[in-house]
């Protein structure tokens, strides 16, 4: 009787068996690219975008107080009048003047000691240090300082500004100098590079990326010192113009000025990310 369940189990297929398509095969499910995702063009524009939206919805619902926050269609008109009066375009002039040389200065500044500081172990000792100090002393602390060294002149508002940008930018770019391979630089040695040379092949393109990372808090602590500075016994800017309007209680003035401060950092960055990407696009990353 077993043999007999035994052949029976191991019988050859018939012939409708053996024709009959093999069953298909599950489809394997693709898997997933880990990462942020494909690139959104205009995605920088994503979020304030939304801000708006909700200041908006706020302010037409009745949830945001027209008295502490104006409607966006106020700001609208009383930005419009400010144009037509040229009061908005003169007092940016003069405030994108002060941010521009401060960032020149500032820059320069912090990118020197940087390549001196990662160049070099002695002017890490003597640089670093009081770099670090300043690092934990906010510039604008120094304002009273300054005023006292410098007066109440452009002088001092720039210099504030310059104070603001060059921890960043050195602090970012000794970092990048820091953390190049060090194969680099005993390629450069066996190719008998100069030093000028390995500066401008090695150096320079090594600490780029950390350069530019400090750029982007750069830009912002410019403004930021350029919001305090200019309502410090100044005649113009748009610090001067909020710092107006505050005495005589207009806030949709102050509003106005807050807008272009917030407009002036994001395209500002905006601007230093566009530098980055093109600057960087040897590189395989996250944000590529």
Do not use: C
């Amino acid at each position: 009787m077993s043999t007999t369940v035994f052949e029976k189990r191991t019988a050859p297929a018939t012939t409708d068996e053996a024709a009959a398509p093999a069953a298909p095969r599950p489809r394997r499910r693709t898997r997933k690219r880990l990462g942020p995702g494909r690139p959104i063009p205009y995605g920088w524009a994503l979020g304030p975008v939304l801000l708006l939206a909700l200041w908006v919805v706020g302010s037409g619902t009745g949830l945001i107080d027209a008295r502490n926050l104006p409607a966006p269609w106020t700001i609208a008109g009383t930005a419009s009048d400010l144009i037509a009066d040229d009061r908005l375009q003169s007092n940016l002039a003069t405030s994108a003047q002060r941010a521009a040389l401060g960032l020149v200065f500032g820059v320069a500044a912090g990118l020197l000691l940087a390549l001196v500081s990662g160049l070099s172990r002695l002017g890490e000792g003597v640089i670093d240090g009081p770099v670090q100090i300043k690092r934990a002393i906010p510039s604008l602390a120094l304002i009273p300082l300054l005023i006292l060294w410098f007066g109440i002149g452009e002088t001092m508002k720039v210099i504030t500004i310059a104070l603001g940008v060059f921890v960043p930018v050195y602090i970012h770019t000794h970092n990048g100098l820091r953390t190049i391979d060090n194969r680099y630089a005993e390629l450069a040695e066996t190719v008998r590079l100069s030093r000028l040379q390995f500066v401008r092949h090695v150096v320079l393109p090594g600490a780029l990326p950390g350069f530019l990372l400090g750029m982007r808090f750069a830009v912002t602590a410019a403004w930021l010192a350029l919001v305090v500075v200019e309502q410090v016994n100044a005649t113009s800017g748009i610090g001067y113009m909020m710092e107006l309007a505050r005495t005589y209680g207009q806030t949709d003035i102050i509003i106005v000025g807050l807008v272009v401060y917030g407009l002036l950092g994001l395209v500002s960055d905006a601007l230093v990310r566009f530098v980055e990407r093109r600057a960087l696009s040897w590189r395989r990353t996250l944000a590529a």
